[in-house]
């Protein structure tokens, strides 16, 4: 418990000389997760010596993400009781929905380690939304947004039966921006700079099936509001299409 608290005392004054908002959170994780223990597991799986590794920790900082190689990612939990159950969900969403969608969901693979279940992805090599450069993002926008928009629908029209238990009513119909959606669109989805195509949707853990068009009313910063405006644009225009058919 001593142990605990002044590594906890040590981490918080470390992380104080972090002047980043972002980079105090990610070495707060750091200095707080079983670092070695986590890099000794993911020799042991990969089977290499040496993988070139980094850490990413997401938006909300819910788990520490390692990438190994820039072959494989892993995902360590970081707190959250349930998250055993969220990482199932996780799985069978995205094994129901990946066919029906015209962008690539990496699958989800649960590895059991000591009591912890470890999460490992394929990586894609790409950038986010906001990790792009942002005057070749602005510039496209339009482009990336109808990509964005066709995903959605396509995604929300499809009502796999596999995972209608996990509909908040089994019978729950699809709708005008209602069905399957991954949760948060503008900051999970990684793009080929080199042909402006979205190559993949990551992050399905809190995908649900659900009015979905809070995503574009909240408050958003540049450029995720002006993506967010287009890819409703798009969105209104493959629906409007579908009437006339
Ligand atoms: N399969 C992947 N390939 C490449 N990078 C990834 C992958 N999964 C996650 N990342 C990197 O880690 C970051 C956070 O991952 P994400 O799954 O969105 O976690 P969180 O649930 O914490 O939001 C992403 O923005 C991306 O930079
Ligand atoms: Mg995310």
Redesign the pocket.
Known sequence: MAGKSIRHFFTNVICGLVYSKHGRKKLRVLLNSPLMEYIRFIRADTGLCFPRMRT????????L?I?ADNRW?Y?FPLRRDNYRQLARREQRIVRALRPFSPIDI?DVELIENKGMLVRK??????V?LR?GPRDVIMANLDVLAAQVARFLYDVACADPDEIRDLKPEPDAAPGYMRGWCQG?VC??F?IDLKTMRVI?F??W??ACFCDFSYMFNCEKRTPAREFMNAVHIEYDKIWHMRDKQ
């Open positions: 990413f920790v997401g938006y909300q900082a819910r788990s993400i990438s990612i995902k990496p992805y394929e990586f894609i090599r790409g986010t990790g948060d900051d999970n990684m993949a990551i992050d853990e809190d």
